[in-house]
C-alpha cells in the first residue's frame, strides 16, 4: 500500500466557515482518509501553531491576509509544503472582510477598539502587546505567496471540494467549472433579450415570479459575473446571486464585469440614452453590491486616500 498523503489546514483571516464544509463531507471524508492522514489542523484538532509539521504533501488555507501573523503562517506553510490549496472567497479574494479597504487602516482600529458601542473601552486603550498588527489593507493569499489551486466560495461546496481534493490525492487532473452562473441557472430569460428599467432590492419587488430570470426583474444578480461552482443554488430557490464565488478565470474583476452587464441590460428599449447617474442613483451601495466578496483582489483593491486625509 502506498504511503498515504500528508495533509494540513488553516485558517487565517476566515471565519473558519470553510473549515466546517471539510466536516460536511460526510460519507466522503472516508475516500479522503483512504488516501490521506491530516497531521495539522487547529480547528479540527487540539494542536498549537508550533507543531506544525516540517513536511506536508497538501495544505488548505483558508481566509485572506489581513495581518502579519496571517502573513507569517501562509509563507511558512508555502515553504513546508509541496501543494498549496487557496480555499474559500476570503482565500481566493480577501471576502467580506476586505470591505474594510474602503477605510484606511487607523480608522479601522479606532472604530473596532474606541467607537464601537459593544466594546466599553472609557480609557480608550488600543491593545498593542501580544495582538497581531493589522495590514494596511486585505489581501488574498496569492498576493503573498503562490497557490497551486484556487477553490473559490463562502463556504465552497463540500461534495465539489472533496472530489477535487481527492482527484488531486489520486494525480488526476483538477477541474473545477468555469463557466458563469447564467450559463447554468435554470430561470428563463425573456425571449425578447433582458432589459432593465428599474433597480429594486429583493424585498421591495416581494416574493419575485418563479421562472423568470431576476435580472429581467430588476433585481441586481450577480450571476453574469459570478462562476457557476455552486450550481446557481440561489436563484434557483429564488434568491439573488451575491457574488460570493467569485468570477470565473476568464474575469479579470467580478465588479467592473458586473457594472458591465447592469448598463447593457438598462433602458435597452428606451429610445433615450440611459444616464449613468439614474441608474447609480438606483444603487444604495455601488460596491457593496458589486464587490462584497472580491474587492481586495479588484483592479482598485482599496479606497484611493486623499492625500492630508
Not at 502506498?2 to 485558517?11: C, D, F, L, S, V
Not at 487557496?86 to 479606532?110: F, M, Q
Not at 447617474?277 to 486616500?305: C, N, R, S, W
Request: aromatic residues 6%.
Amino acid at each position: 500500500m502506498a504511503e498515504k498523503a500528508q495533509i494540513g489546514t488553516m485558517w487565517l483571516g476566515g471565519c473558519s466557515g470553510c473549515h466546517l464544509s471539510i466536516v460536511d463531507f460526510h460519507e466522503q471524508i472516508l475516500d479522503l482518509l483512504e488516501l490521506a492522514e491530516i497531521k495539522f489542523s487547529p480547528v479540527l484538532m487540539d494542536i498549537k501553531y508550533d507543531e506544525i509539521p516540517e513536511k506536508l504533501d497538501v495544505v488548505i488555507i483558508e481566509g485572506g491576509i489581513v495581518n502579519d501573523e496571517n502573513r507569517e503562517f501562509a509563507e511558512l506553510l508555502r515553504e513546508r509544503a509541496d501543494f498549496v490549496i487557496s480555499y474559500g472567497t476570503c482565500a481566493a479574494y480577501g471576502g467580506i472582510p476586505g470591505l474594510r479597504n474602503l477605510w484606511p487602516k487607523e480608522e479601522v482600529i479606532e472604530e473596532a477598539y474606541i467607537n464601537s458601542i459593544s466594546t466599553p473601552n472609557p480609557d480608550k486603550v488600543i491593545p498593542s502587546e501580544d495582538v497581531p498588527h493589522l495590514e494596511d489593507r486585505v489581501r488574498p493569499l496569492s498576493d503573498v505567496i503562490d497557490v497551486d489551486l484556487v477553490v473559490p466560495g463562502c463556504p465552497p461546496k463540500s461534495d465539489v471540494v472533496a472530489e477535487a481534493v481527492i482527484a488531486l490525492l489520486k494525480g488526476e487532473e483538477v477541474e473545477l467549472p468555469n463557466t458563469n452562473l447564467c450559463e447554468v441557472c435554470p430561470r428563463e430569460k425573456p425571449p425578447e433579450g433582458l432589459a432593465m428599467d428599474f433597480i429594486k432590492r429583493q424585498f421591495e419587488i416581494g416574493k419575485p415570479e418563479e421562472d423568470l430570470c431576476l435580472i429581467a426583474q430588476g433585481i441586481v444578480c450577480m450571476g453574469p459575473a459570478t462562476v457557476s461552482i455552486c450550481g446557481a443554488q440561489c436563484p434557483s430557490n429564488g434568491v439573488h446571486c451575491r457574488g460570493c464565488y467569485g468570477p470565473t478565470t476568464r474575469v479579470i474583476d467580478q465588479g467592473a464585469k458586473m457594472i458591465s452587464a447592469i448598463a447593457s441590460d438598462f433602458g435597452v428599449e428606451r429610445d433615450k440614452k440611459v444616464d449613468p447617474e439614474e441608474v447609480a442613483e438606483q444603487l444604495d451601495d455601488i460596491v457593496g453590491t458589486f464587490y462584497t466578496y472580491t474587492l481586495p483582489a479588484a483592479l482598485i483593491p482599496m479606497k484611493i486616500q486623499k492625500e492630508g486625509k
